[in-house]
């Protein structure tokens, strides 16, 4: 069995021959499940190695790509948005896919990678949302913004793919009318101001948004600056947190003056649309 993506993403050499190998052995079981995966579901997944997972992610996606192809969508487009599965697999130190929940949005055809950002569809319906304090209502089609986990933060870059995104749904998706772009991110938390330096790219993506509100919420924080899957419970936990960049320095000293990580609920402000 062959996977086109192994030929087109820059996989870690030994994952690829897992991979590889793994398929030549399950190869019926692979292609069973890879075509349950394209007809959305998973189920097929769970309690299944991350090594399998990702033969049959990898599988799927040939299938998807055929939509891009239907669509006319250019097939740089695809594979950077597919890249996401190279992505995650470095995130879980090149043993397989784990966050298979994940990559199934792009196996469904709901996401794309335009330069920097990724663009989701995305109905309105989340009933935790406080949708008195957002500039549409529930059950509004929205563009859903992700920052993928790569590179800098440029904010004229992210400009550059917010008018990619633009021009990518008019053209390719006119049914699809959105009230505006939306996104709920660590990185959008009001209070990093006060630990983050004032040229911090990450304030300077703030700059795009119009934050409607923020919620403690630390998990995601913790994750991204310091890599962890659990929240330190006691101060002597926050005290060995590491200070490998200015960034953990800085949110370490924070944490210990007992200020509080979040997320930030926001749009793209009415000027970049």
């Avoid at 499940?33 to 189920?43: G, K, Q, T």
């Avoid at 006319?72 to 929940?101: A, H, Q, V």
């Avoid at 904010?155 to 699809?176: G, Q």
Wanted: net charge positive; with cysteine; proline share 3%.
């Amino acid at each position: 069995m062959e996977f086109d993506l192994l030929n087109h993403l820059s996989f870690d050499k030994a994952l690829a021959e897992k991979v590889l190998s793994l398929a030549e052995k399950e190869e019926i079981a692979v292609l069973n499940c890879a075509e349950a995966v394209s007809n959305r579901n998973v189920n097929c997944l769970k309690r299944k190695s991350d090594i399998f997972r990702l033969a049959v992610m990898l599988k799927a996606a040939e299938s998807t790509h055929k939509k891009y192809i239907e669509k006319g969508i250019p097939d740089s487009i695809f594979y950077d948005t597919m890249d996401d599965i190279r992505i995650w697999c470095e995130e879980n130190s090149n043993k397989g896919l784990k966050n298979y929940n994940w990559i199934k949005n792009h196996i469904n055809f709901e996401i794309f990678r335009l330069g920097r950002l990724q663009f989701q569809f995305y109905k309105a319906e989340n009933p935790t949302l406080h949708y008195s304090k957002l500039p549409f209502k529930k059950g509004d089609n929205m563009l859903y913004i992700h920052i993928p986990r790569f590179g800098r933060l440029d904010f004229n870059d992210c400009i550059n793919s917010l008018n990619e995104a633009k021009e990518f749904f008019k053209r390719y998706f006119p049914e699809y009318n959105y009230k505006g772009f939306f996104c709920e991110s660590w990185l959008l938390y009001a209070d990093n101001s006060k630990f983050m330096s004032k040229d911090s790219n990450i304030l300077k993506f703030q700059n795009m948004f119009d934050i409607a509100y923020s919620i403690h919420y630390e998990n995601q924080t913790y994750d991204r600056v310091f890599g962890l899957e659990h929240l330190p419970v006691f101060r002597s936990q926050i005290k060995a947190l590491p200070e490998e960049t200015s960034l953990q320095k800085s949110a370490k000293e924070f944490k210990l003056a007992k200020g509080k990580f979040g997320i930030g609920i926001a749009t793209v402000k009415s000027e970049y649309i």
